[in-house]
């Protein structure tokens, strides 16, 4: 198993050595098996597909601000997405906040003020009195979390390093969203935050790495280290390959945005033709692929009349095409839609798109005279097959 560490490492900074300290004193006092090594920020965005099919874990850590804003908060949406453990640290729990409230939220514009000071949507702002080398009291708020059951007590003393934090007027919309606030000072700000229905998620504006010792390793880094290679977690994450889910999962959407800009080139002039017939909204069957836990493919359907239904929005990564990927997502809704009572499947593409076709044709789909919106369209290719 392997951890990436996402920073722009300084051996100069003391949170930075005492990450690498941390882990090892988990490592060697718990017997974990586990690599770990440094990323930095600005070789992310370059590097963004192997690094997410290398790496069990994230720590993003303290010392903002980084080379790469963006590459940092393009690695917490992946982690945040696909399940994968995640620890945030002080600069880590702010770009952590940053990016939820950007994804989520869809405060698309929210700001760090380290990045922006003047920006008018400061997520992340100045404290309002720096806690940069104090040692302080966190209550833990949330008997139910993760944290409370690793920590078990309500009172901990945890050390800092920073002069920014969450905007006290964004917490609420954080919590109402599931970015959970487990743990505040006395004041009641947020100094953790958990992310609810998520096998580790959690941000902390201290730096428990700076408080662990051989002898007494921090519980959370420990926990941390512990879920990256529990084999169950793994399992989870790595050998499911398809997912039903909706046209609501985030997974889908992304994946049909690649699907559109890729249409977007084929059709041209006719793209938005074709576009209005093919919205997602409330779209109930929908697969998603995975390889390696890693979003690849997707297919849905929806219903055409009471025995049929139309296949929409296939898609195969790029990379990952000649695979027999594209076959086992049609497989799945095709399945899908005999468990409810359909017995024939009908699709539209394009005469733009002959890997498709022939594609179809290999699965068992025959050419049919063009059906509904797509009559008069001397482009369009549609085909039907018996499914039941």
Not at 86 to 114: K, P, S, W, Y
Not at 241 to 261: A, G, I, M, P, Y
Not at 267 to 275: I, L, N, P, V, W
Request: proline share 3%; with cysteine.
């Amino acid at each position: 198993m392997k951890l990436a560490i996402i920073g722009d490492y300084n051996d100069n900074y003391r949170p930075h050595k005492a990450t690498n300290e941390a882990i090892k004193h988990s490592i060697e006092k718990n017997n974990i098996e586990l690599d770990f090594e440094w990323l930095s920020t600005d070789t992310i965005e370059t590097n963004f597909e192997k690094i997410i099919s290398t790496y069990n874990g994230f720590w993003i850590a303290p010392g903002s601000p980084y080379k790469s804003m963006t590459g940092a908060l393009k690695i917490i949406r992946h982690t945040r997405e696909n399940n994968i453990p995640t620890i945030g640290t002080c600069g880590g729990f702010q770009h952590m906040v940053i990016e939820f409230a950007r994804n989520v939220l869809g405060i698309t514009d929210a700001e760090h003020a380290e990045y922006d000071p003047y920006s008018s949507k400061l997520v992340v702002n100045p404290l309002s009195c720096s806690l940069a080398g104090q040692t302080l009291e966190i209550e833990l708020t949330d008997k139910s979390s993760k944290t409370f059951e690793i920590f078990g007590t309500d009172k901990i003393n945890e050390k800092y390093y920073c002069n920014f934090g969450l905007n006290p007027e964004y917490q609420n919309q954080l919590d109402d969203n599931g970015f959970k606030i487990v743990g505040t000072d006395k004041l009641r700000e947020a100094r953790i935050l958990e992310l609810e229905n998520h096998p580790f998620f959690i941000a902390t504006l201290f730096v428990p790495q700076d408080n662990s010792t051989f002898e007494k390793p921090h519980r959370l880094v420990t926990e941390f280290l512990k879920i990256i290679t529990n084999e169950k977690m793994q399992k989870i994450n790595y050998i499911i390959k398809l997912k039903r889910t909706t046209s609501e999962d985030l997974d889908f959407q992304n994946l049909v945005n690649l699907l559109d800009q890729d249409l977007a080139i084929r059709d041209g002039a006719d793209h938005s033709f074709y576009a209005q017939f093919n919205k997602i909204d409330m779209i109930r069957n929908a697969v998603v692929y995975y390889d390696g836990g890693i979003a690849i493919g997707c297919g849905a359907f929806k219903a055409f009349d009471n025995k049929t239904v139309e296949i929409k929005r296939m898609f195969v990564h790029e990379k990952f095409r000649g695979k027999g990927i594209a076959a086992a997502i049609l497989n799945e809704l095709e399945q899908w839609a005999t468990e409810i009572n359909y017995s024939d499947s009908i699709l539209e593409t394009g005469k733009r798109q002959p890997e498709a076709i022939k594609f179809y044709e290999k699965s068992g789909y025959t050419i049919i005279p063009n059906f509904g919106q797509y009559q008069n369209d001397e482009n369009s290719v549609c085909m039907k097959k018996s499914i039941k």
